[in-house]
């Protein structure tokens, strides 16, 4: 039978390749080109600790037979193999990236320099930061002495280390050494023999240059040595013991963690045949499980995310700006008293919202705040808003999700320094994530209370606001608020509220109402287009996995629903079809911002409706957690969602096809050239210049700095 969906996880590498394709551009800045290798590689870590561990999991479970739930059309055994396949070929192609990008390096006299390539007056440096910084920090370990194996960790890499003697008088012997990375970093700036030259090391050469020293004691005199690192089942196992909590299971499940299955070893393909055999015994792997993936010297790629900063500066770099509503007024809880304001980050500034939370925590007629955090900045403005709020005699209550996938640990930290502070906590509801973005503001105005706040497509957190490309609705919108009011009585006595949710007249909330109001608004659609009146649906999200509503959307395609899509990540989609009455438009689009925000708009028979939401159409979205879709109610506020997404729709640069084979071919139309990303930019600055006269700067340099641009890896993350 064929398949109605394309393969979840196949989609995913494919999202992945779009990454790749980045950093194969050479029209990309070569720092920028090198930054998408790492999150690449990042990507790929993250799916083989999420994605591959659950299906090994389902594969060990099902003995590998087919169909094991009703998700699952082909079984979990075919899926790691033909994972398996394109996961070698995308490693292949990325091997050949990197040294066309090296190359390119060299060229602009950037030299990344092993330990055989040194210059006379490198060696000494490199031996005085071994005994200075590197020594103390690394255990090196004789692991045939030992009769348990070492626990190697997640996200680490290694040296695994053969020592013999060239006339074969001492039986060789194998040494594992943890490469200290997150202490010291990566990279090591070496002395260069000119000022314009950049010599720099990775700091595996730098142990390997010591070898000798770290093993005189043992009388060898060759020291050969190989990078691998280990990827480990990440799913936290949460017991059903009743006499535990949920913060004791999490903190349990953060342990077990760490000692997660191997599900994936990487290694240099030149590696000591001898201790690659010992390293997949010790570990318990074989060849046949697919968990094996040969590669170049160097590997955890993810950390030249943070390449040295060594390139030459070209062009001025664009930075965000102030919403023109926002410029002349020193206060934003004024503006947003008086009418709507949406934010369209990375483009807008994101100190609004901390300064309209820096304003409610200072003013004496608010008397509380509510708010949902998912993933913080480390050092949150936010959090810091919100406990002066509290110190000045607010009622605050934090919903913070200590289920966010990577960010459980630092979850539970924030909660412990709120409770400390004395700021009331909920910590989410059994079985289901809070994914929403809220926040409630209660003010007493006029002898009246009143209510505002903002409603997110995107996290609470400055620093991703720089990369991330989403929108945050700021309002005082009654009946907008009055149902945010009622998600937070959920969230705080979900079996007492959870009736009231159904009656929200705005927001469409998760679990209860988005999937049917979804297939009610689609079925309108298609009914219209029946009838031969115009019908179309345009969507936004990061992703587009449900079967249900992709059906119905094969529906409406028959039917004559003229559909456009933007998804950046897992596309599930069939879109070309001899049944569909129109082609289906259906485009990713990859660049310097990751595109985060959902949009759904539906034409609904000429009285359009217009939503921005927290929720992807996604099982887990849509059944298993708490998410809020917001009606945009404000007329100027709709054309600019809807010229910004014409804009994306149009994009002929960063935009792929999502065909049926997913090959990633670029659009490319004739005439002017449209890269979305720079157009959006340009598009809202032009509002900004009508209040404050200055012109946007010209450069076609990288839109934004990213601080610590671990971007794309919340494909699997959220």
Known sequence: MKRKTIPRDISWLSFNARVLQEAADLTVPLRERIRFLGIFSNNMDEFFRVRVATLKRMNEYSGGKSKINMHLEISPAKILNDIQSTVLEQQDEFNTIWEGIRKELEKEKIFLISEKGLNPIQPEFLMNYFEEEVRSNIIPLMVESIPQFPFLRDKSIYLGVVLSRQDNSMKKKYALIEVPSRVLGRFVLLPSPTMDEHHIILLEDIIRYNLRSIFAYFGYDTYESWVFKVTRDAEIDMDNDISTNLIQKIEKGLKNRRKGKPVRFVYDKEMDKGLLEYLMKRLNLTRKDGNLIPGGRIHNFRHFMDFPDVFPKKGQRRKSFVHPLLVKTPRVTDVVLEQDV????????????????????????????????????????????????????????????????????????????????????????????????????????????????????????????????????????????????KLFLYLEKPKEYEKLLKTCKALIPCPITLRSELLKMITREIHLAQKGKKASITLKMNSLVDEELIARLYDAARAGVHLQLVVRGIFCMYTENKKFVEPVKAISIVDEYLEHARVFIFHNGGKEKVFISSADWMVRNLDHRVEATCPIFDEDIRKVLKTILGIQLNDNVKARILNNGLNNQYVRTPGKKVRSQIEIYQYLYSKVKKTVAEEPPKETAPLAPPPNPIVLLKQTKQ
């Not at 608010?366 to 000045?392: D, G, M, Q």
């Not at 497509?457 to 400055?462: K, V, Y």
């Open 342 to 485: 949406m934010l369209h980050f990375p483009y807008h500034s994101f100190n609004p919202v901390i300064d309209m939370l820096r304003e409610a925590a200072m003013d004496p007629d608010v008397t509380a705040i509510k708010i949902t955090c998912y993933r913080l900045a480390s050092n949150s403005k936010i959090i810091n808003a919100l406990i002066n709020a509290h110190r000045n005699g607010k009622h605050v209550t934090v919903m913070i999700e200590l289920k966010a996938r990577f960010d459980e640990e630092a979850n539970l930290e924030w909660k412990e320094r709120l409770e400390e502070e004395g700021v009331k906590v909920l910590i989410g509801i059994p079985d289901m994530k809070v994914h929403a973005k809220l926040c409630l503001i209660k003010k007493k105005l006029n002898n009246r209370t009143t209510y505002y706040g903002f409603v997110s497509t995107g996290n609470q957190n400055e620093k991703t606001s720089m990369f991330y490309g989403d929108h945050c609705l700021l309002t005082s919108n009654r009946t907008i608020m009055a149902d945010v009011n």
